[in-house]
């Protein structure tokens, strides 16, 4: 070899030497930082002697990293699972004993039990008052402590989508800086780690695919194929977060869109399966909205059954005046107002009792009937009249809540006013009245036990919601109901409104247009689970019903009253004065004539009894359909919450253990090993040092060569 290629090979094994000393160097100084992965220096022999650089390649296996993107959103879907409910169980309470509301109700079933062996004492009222609401108090703060919760999971998305559209951009950029760094053949490897680290911040948020293009260039999508980069960056709307849902706050009504800036208002949120943002999806419209509904189901039944038997009773003394809670604007008696039609042998006998709980008068409700015109068993509101004796009145005001009055004389002597149904034998303490409409359908009815629970003249406590009543069965998003036509009926407290005609093959988006073409009536389609059902508002529908053309199995509504567990209370006119409590029943004596006695507690017993009765409780989230008591339910409610909490703590723990063995793996082959890299850098030293003794020896024999030419 001549000196002047030796020396051009010592000069090139010197510049190699230093390029791969300086990255060592770097790999050194980026052990610990996240993402980075250790960078290799390739080297190839020159044809005419010494090496040269090639390439600084990342130490990388790409089938890892591609892996290592599925369990991270595998990962932090777990993870919000994880936390939301752990929050809502320490919310619900301690499971071991059924949490805040069990003991609660055990509370005022105890208190209900004293009040029936001693009723006239007023400590024994006032605490079955003060344990009621108690209790109510716990349910209202329990309905808003889970849209707290929804209220936190909308500012979280907020949040998670401000952080995906920065990790978009990310990609994009990145992306076009590797494309210019190849241009002019510089290294590109810390880009691409950059690139790798804001993938993982998506995958952190959102379920992806990656595709390797030409040039380095990665393309990514939704598993769905929504495209979130594809030479740019897709970024996403905005997402106005709303502060404070409520319990009738659904999707996607009331919620902002997630959709795109460059396509507004088209929502990709059921495209979203997984990773940090789905998961909050999930906890916001379906998890915490089923927890919600198993509160409005408990609040319910509490209302019914409770004001139920209170409705069969009267407090001593008792009151001059009732009125109705419920109200039934349609008044007169025309083809579409409502219609009250006793049972058989069914009648109710309003009774004036003095001021030591004995009859003073008696008349039947059917007789009133017949004082406004009317003709027993049917009637409308402004068909009862008053009666003969002069001892009360009858009215019913502009929102149609009828009102019986006693009469001023007797109201100052002490007198009151009490309800008692009569029934036949057998035929239980509650009068069956069917309520419906002369020109509607003749099977759009529904029947009530009891007339004062029907009109809620001395209900115990209150739990009602202002917005959708009813709800259908579920179904997918596109399912069409039935193969023919049909027609649906809808009944409110203003009596018949009308009916919505449906062709074959209707989708649950019909169905809602066809409702809101009613008037007055509100249908809308939201989620239910992964499912979707029909809501249908407002508040004072009597009735829906399937009519002509489809059979109850292929579509049926049922009950449903979001938001009650957040009304429930005491009734006012208890909570004001819980001597109003009735704890005792007007009976017939051997002479025929009411009394009513201060130590009578049949009424407080059988409330108390309703605490031990098992009742009906629809299917709910991850509840199936029930039998089961008030504290068993309630129980099953806890439980269940505790349950999921467990099992995502524990799939949680599990897949994270999973990725970090993957990351792990990952490290081995992209990780810097400080003493494999200082071994190398003690290598390179060396041969910069050979290199450079070849090229002092080489200088010294130019030196010598030029002397011996002088």
Known sequence: MSLTGALKSAISGLHAAQIGM????????????????????????????????????????????????????????????????????????????????????????????????????????????????????????????????????????ADAIDTLNKAISDVADLNGQIGHHMSVNHPIGDLKDARDVALAQIADLVPIRVVEKANDQV???????????????????DYQALSQPNAQT?????????????????????????????????????????????????????????????????????????TASNGFTSLAANANSMQFT????????????????????????????GNGGGTWPSFALDEIGNPGSGDFTVSVDAS??????????????????????????????????TMGTAGGPAALTTTVDGFSNLFGFNDFVQAENSGPKFASA???????????????????????????????????????TALNGITGVQASVVQDGDQYTIRVGPSDI???????????????????????????????TIK?????????????????????????????ADMAAAFQATNGFPQSGGLPALNATFHNYTAQLVGNITDMSEIATTDMEVQQLFVNQLNQRISETSGVNIDEELTNMMKLQNAYSAAARVIDTVNQMFEILESMGR
């Not at 009828?402 to 009151?416: E, K, P, V």
């Not at 053309?549 to 009734?571: C, T």
């Not at 002479?591 to 009513?596: E, K, R, T, V």
């Open 22 to 157: 300086e990255w060592s160097a770097q790999n050194v100084g980026n052990a610990n930082t996240p993402g980075y992965s250790k960078k290799v220096v390739q080297q190839s022999a020159n044809t005419l002697g010494g090496v040269r650089v090639t390439s600084v390649d990342r130490s990388t296996n790409d089938t890892l990293i591609r892996e290592s993107l599925r369990e991270t959103t595998k990962f932090s879907t777990l993870r919000v699972s994880d936390d939301y409910l752990n929050r809502l169980g320490s919310l619900l309470g301690d499971p071991s004993d059924g949490g805040r509301v069990a003991s609660q109700l055990s509370d005022l079933s105890s208190a209900l039990e004293t009040l029936s062996t001693s009723p006239g004492e007023l400590h024994n009222l006032v605490l079955a008052s003060d344990r009621t609401q108690e209790l109510s108090s716990t349910i209202r703060d329990l309905s808003t402590g889970i849209q707290d919760l929804r209220g936190s999971v909308e500012a979280d998305i």
């Open 219 to 237: 393309t990514v999508f939704l598993p769905s194929g929504i495209t979130l980069v594809d030479g740019k960056a897709r970024l996403l709307d």
């Open 250 to 322: 659904e999707y996607p009504q009331q919620f902002d869109d997630i959709s795109f800036v460059d396509t507004p208002g088209a929502d990709i949120s059921t495209h979203i399966d997984g990773g940090r943002i789905g998961e909050l999806l999930k906890m916001r419209d379906q998890t915490l909205p089923h927890v919600q509904t198993q509160l409005d189901n408990l609040a319910v039944s509490l209302r019914n059954e409770l004001n139920q038997a209170h409705n069969r009773g009267t407090a001593m003394p008792p009151p001059s005046t009732l």
């Open 342 to 369: 006793y049972a058989t042998g069914h009648d109710t006998t309003i009774v004036v009792l003095d001021a030591d709980g004995q009859e003073h008068s008696t008349v039947d409700l059917s007789t009133l009937v």
């Open 400 to 433: 149609g809540n009828l009102s019986f009055t006693l009469s001023g004389a007797l109201s100052s002597a002490g007198y009151g006013l009490a309800l008692i149904d009569t029934t036949p034998a057998g035929a239980g303490p509650d009068a069956q009245i």
């Open 474 to 512: 579920t179904y997918d998003r596109d399912a069409t109901i039935n193969t023919t036509g049909y027609t649906i009926n809808v009944l409110t407290e203003d009596g018949f409104v009308g009916t919505a005609a449906l062709g074959a093959s209707s989708t649950l988006d019909d169905i809602a």
């Open 542 to 572: 009597m009735k829906v019903q399937i009519g002509t053309g489809a059979s109850p199995e292929a579509f049926a509504f049922h009950v449903s009253e979001p938001g009650a567990a957040s009304n429930m209370d005491v009734a006012d």
């Open 576 to 604: 004001s004065d819980p001597g109003r409590i009735a704890h005792g029943r007007p009976v017939l004596d051997e002479n025929g004539a009411y009394w009513l006695g201060s130590n009578d507690g049949s009424i407080a």
